[in-house]
């Protein structure tokens, strides 16, 4: 591969992406564009650079940036994001969002929706949210992905990666080789293609985004940049849950982590421009009370990032039950 090879399709991986391709990386490219210039009767790798500096838009310049994204995922992938799901957001979410009754989520690297699914068959295992509206919405720059993850169809390797035997057996069908998952967990799922380069627009409001294993990809302003659009797209008193080596710390101010919750951070409202819980006084262990009652005699409780920071499965917060109201992965 030419020097300039290399230089030419990185920048382009980049500028449509944010993906950053480091020399290291080399190995990778041409492994994975090999099989794109076969497909486009080319002899090379470097047939492709020429083919780009005549033009960096088409399908051909899609198929780079498609086999250059990562697709590695699997159901309940790392267990621990799952489990802060059900004992920790969930139970907050339940109470705060009592009158209402209302969930959203938003899964920001959905990939083959094996994420997407894992949190709508929880959602569905736990009784105490039937009767609520969930919306869990899955985006992801892969098409091919995102195919794949609308159809619900997975192989014995992928279905034997993470999934409970129990949930396997309740909410898929195997058709020969293939398993696929239920309607009543696809319809829970919608999915659209999406790059997070691109401005957020037409998604309102969450209150739990997952952004896993995305950022490690991009640069430090990349990160920062998508950060804090996310923070706009969530609810003051939202969580948001990153990968086990991704963090907001040294990029932004606009979340906070959720002190011995590895991955998952709360909003910092301020921070984020958003309208900050009303707070009428604090007490000595810095839980906020109740917010007054609004017109129609609902009321909704404030929980800016300390007190949800204190949040967790012993149940330190006063007036919300912190058992679990969902399923716990059986891993």
């Known amino acids: 591969m030419k020097p300039e090879t290399f230089e ?28 794109v210039a076969r497909r486009h009767g080319m002899n090379n790798i470097d047939d492709i650079a020429a083919a780009l500096s005549r033009s960096a838009i088409g399908r051909l310049a899609d198929d780079v940036v498609e086999a250059m994204t990562t697709n590695e995922t699997f159901f309940f992938r790392d267990r621990t994001p799952f489990t802060h799901f059900s004992e920790v957001m969930l139970p907050y979410i339940k109470q705060a969002r009592s009158n209402e009754r209302k969930l959203r989520i938003w899964c920001a690297a959905a990939s083959m929706g094996q994420e997407p699914y894992s949190l709508a068959m929880l959602l569905q295992e736990d009784a105490s949210m039937r009767g609520w509206r969930r919306e869990i919405l899955g985006t992801d720059i892969s098409v091919e992905a995102l195919e794949k993850a609308k159809s619900g169809m997975y192989s014995q390797f992928e279905v ?9 057996v309740k909410y898929f069908k195997q058709h020969g080789d293939v398993w696929q998952i239920s309607p009543e967990i696809r319809s829970a799922v919608q999915y659209r293609q999406y790059n997070l380069l691109k401005p957020f627009t037409g998604f309102g409001k969450f209150d739990v985004v997952f952004c896993r294993n995305v950022l490690i990809y991009f640069d430090q302003q990349t990160k920062k940049d998508i950060l804090e659009r996310i923070a706009k797209q969530m609810n003051a008193d939202s969580y948001l849950v990153l990968g086990a080596a991704e963090t907001v710390i040294g990029l932004t101010d606009t979340f906070s982590p959720v002190p011995g919750k590895r991955g998952l ?9 958003q309208e900050p819980q009303r707070r009428a006084m604090t007490g000595t262990d810095g839980l906020q009370p109740r917010a007054p009652l609004a017109a129609g005699g609902s009321s909704r409780p404030a929980a800016p990032a300390a007190t949800r920071a204190a949040l967790s499965p012993a149940g330190a917060r006063p007036g919300l039950n912190a058992r679990p109201g969902g399923l716990r992965p059986k891993l």
Do not use: D, H, M, W
């Open 8 to 35: 030419r399709i990185s920048t382009l991986v980049k500028s449509c992406s944010g993906i950053v391709l480091t020399k290291e990386k080399e190995y990778l490219l041409e492994s994975r564009l090999e099989p």
């Open 265 to 273: 951070f709360a909003v910092n409202a301020q921070a984020s421009g």
């Open 160 to 168: 034997q990666r993470g999934l409970p035997v129990n949930l396997l």
